[in-house]
């Protein structure tokens, strides 16, 4: 598929497409002439591009920036040559707090690699649910070239926890990997730990008397392509989906508190088939708070575009969790486990257009995808949080509360002991000693569902100095917890220093200060020096970047001498290999008006007719 940016099977979908409706037809041309410029969906030989292909694509960004950095002096020049090399990939410019850190992301190119893969995977998706691949009759939730990229990426990211030791002060040795399943990212640990924070909200819901409302709210139909078959899809990706559904409930939110309402309970982010998100919330209210709610829901929830059809029918729903009927934590359970891995939900099932739809158990080659994997990867490529507590207190305090040592409890303040016997877990053979962590004695030891952020017991944290691969900034780090009565007494939980080495390194060097090795390379000490002098109490960055001590070379390196016709290394300053300008500019120069791009020469000579005349439709096109 050499110059056409797109695999064969979605090159199929376009071909069958120029039979179909012109708006259809113009949309998925104009995607495909707008990835001219970035990185082609796969290489010459029709595979999805690769890590080889964005690690030289990564290097040359970060060579531009770096030249960027050399012609101009000021803060203000340097953003915008920066912001204009990222919106030419067509990835976010770097996030920073000091001028030294933007650059230091620039001209990275590890920082471009990960912006590089994270585009084109999206990309990638974003043209798979525009063509239909992406569907429930074609690969539901995500496609199957990217769950498969997305499988092999979390191997690689195990496989290299696993080569990463941890050892702490006291001797203990560990592997990260070892390190992960002992916390949230196991997903039985993830499951169980939301399972038990939502009958918790249930149980306290109980004593109060308040009812529970399970709700499903889903995106106006422009959001979906229903596996390319919806004329009114306006190309919205899943992100853009899930801001929509953010944006709604931000306004539900304050219509509910201007009213007094404070809704507390879990809401769960899931995939259609087709990628677009829709909303799952358990909420828990007083019962005459009730027919308020629904009004405001359904005002907000349908203020976009309401009176399509089926709107008022499919766009919001409701289910009241009666009494005697099952529990909610049960009626809720099943979403979060088939959105985590499955344990315990049989088939898979998805309810769309109308019917029920079981998603079955693929395999390519030796990979196997579980309707939960993809799901998983589906949040992970998307970056969309799948679960997410309404009201309720702070984890953050329950986690910090289950870190204290009970010997420094004997004695402290009743509160603080109760809540955290609440985090505590006993196992034992002895039906008498067993104890399961307790999620609404909790709760109520926080003061209560509705509490706030006024609540009873709060995290205690310092302001640390962290030396980062890209900036040293002051960060705030819990350091236990106290009550807010009585600020001034501080139960500090158990916290272990611990040293990690990478798989390059020797025995005993911190993996720590091997990343933070590109801090103090000469561009952006250089230019952020020189440009202090040019900056004004409105530029954003206004201090000269400020390096670690520990980081600062010896002797200042001179600046090297730039030339054109070279590339420079990103840490060393250091001509690297002689560049053809002249040739990249002719691979990438813009077509004259008129001529047809690379990828509709290529498709009009794929489907020339055996006549010799090319199909109509792409005559047309070009």
């Not at 990478?502 to 230019?527: K, M, N, Q, Y």
Request: proline share 5%.
């Amino acid at each position: 598929m050499q110059n056409m940016g797109i695999p064969l099977r979605m090159a199929n979908a376009v071909h069958r497409l120029f039979g179909g409706l012109n708006m259809r037809r113009q949309r998925v041309i104009d995607a495909l002439l707008a990835d001219d410029l970035r990185l082609p969906l796969v290489d010459q030989y029709g595979v999805m591009t690769g890590p080889i292909a964005i690690s030289v694509a990564a290097e040359q960004a970060a060579r531009e920036c770096y030249l960027v950095c050399d012609r101009v002096q000021t803060a203000d020049a340097i953003q915008a040559g920066i912001a204009e090399v990222c919106a030419r990939r067509g990835v976010s410019e770097p996030v920073a707090r000091t001028l030294g850190g933007y650059i230091a992301r620039a001209v990275d190119k590890g920082w471009w690699r990960r912006r590089l893969r994270k585009e084109l995977v999206r990309r990638f998706e974003h043209t798979s649910i525009q063509l239909g691949l992406t569907h429930l009759r074609a690969d539901p939730y995500i496609s199957r070239e990217i769950a498969i990229a997305q499988a092999a990426q979390n191997n690689e990211n195990q496989k290299l926890l696993e080569l990463c030791i941890a050892t702490n002060e006291y001797g203990d040795v560990y592997s990260l990997a070892k390190l992960a399943t002992l916390g949230t990212a196991n997903k039985a640990i993830r499951r169980g730990e939301l399972m038990l924070r939502i009958r918790g909200f249930e149980e306290v819901a109980s004593v109060l008397g308040h009812v529970g409302l399970f709700w499903t709210i889903t995106c106006p139909s422009k959001f979906h392509s229903v596996g390319g078959t919806n004329d009114g899809y306006k190309d919205f990706t899943p992100s853009d989906a899930q801001k929509y559904l953010v944006g709604v409930w931000a306004l539900i939110r304050s219509a509910l508190h201007r009213r007094g309402i404070r809704p507390y309970g879990f809401r769960i982010a899931e995939p259609h088939t087709d990628g677009c998100p829709h909303w799952h919330m358990l909420l828990f209210l007083a019962p005459h708070e009730v027919e308020i709610m629904e009004r405001v829901i359904r005002k907000y929830a349908l203020q976009m575009d309401g009176d399509e059809d089926g709107a008022q029918k499919n766009r919001v729903k409701l289910v009241k969790i009666e009494a005697g009927k099952g529990t909610a934590a049960g009626y809720i359970a099943k979403y979060v486990s088939k959105n985590i891995d499955g344990t315990g939900v049989g088939d898979h099932k998805t309810f769309e257009s109308g019917e029920t739809y079981v998603i079955a158990v693929d395999r390519f080659g030796d990979v196997e995808l579980t309707a939960s994997q993809r799901v998983t990867y589906w949040a992970q490529v998307w970056d969309i949080r799948q679960f997410q507590p309404i009201g309720g207190p702070q984890i953050s305090v329950w986690r910090e509360l289950s870190r204290l040592d009970e010997g420094a409890l004997l004695h402290a303040d009743e509160l603080i002991r109760d809540a955290y016997q609440a985090t505590q877990k006993v196992e034992s053979d002895d039906p008498t000693v067993v104890q399961r962590a307790d999620f609404a004695r909790f709760i109520w030891a926080m003061g209560g569902p509705q509490c706030g952020r006024d609540t009873e017991i709060r995290l205690a944290s310092r302001e640390v100095m962290i030396a980062g691969r890209y900036e040293t900034e002051e960060v705030e780090k819990p350091v236990g917890v106290y009550l807010a009565r009585q600020p001034q007494v501080v139960y500090e939980s158990v916290r272990y220093q611990w040293t990690i080495t990478g798989p390059s390194e020797s025995v005993g060097s911190s993996f720590a200060r091997h990343s933070v090795g590109a801090c103090s390379s000469p561009p952006w000490t250089r230019i952020a020096a020189a440009s202090a002098s040019t900056w004004t109490s409105v530029n954003k960055y206004t201090q000269p970047v400020e390096v670690a001590p520990a980081y600062q070379p010896k002797n200042k390196i001179p600046s090297p001498s730039f030339d054109e016709s070279r590339s420079f290394h990103p840490d060393t300053g250091k001509p690297c290999i002689k560049v053809d300008h002249a040739g990249l500019y002719m691979r990438h120069k813009k077509r004259p008006p008129g001529a047809p791009s690379a990828h509709l020469t290529y498709l009009r000579e794929k489907y020339r007719n055996p006549s010799g005349g090319c199909c109509h439709a792409f005559a047309q096109a070009a």
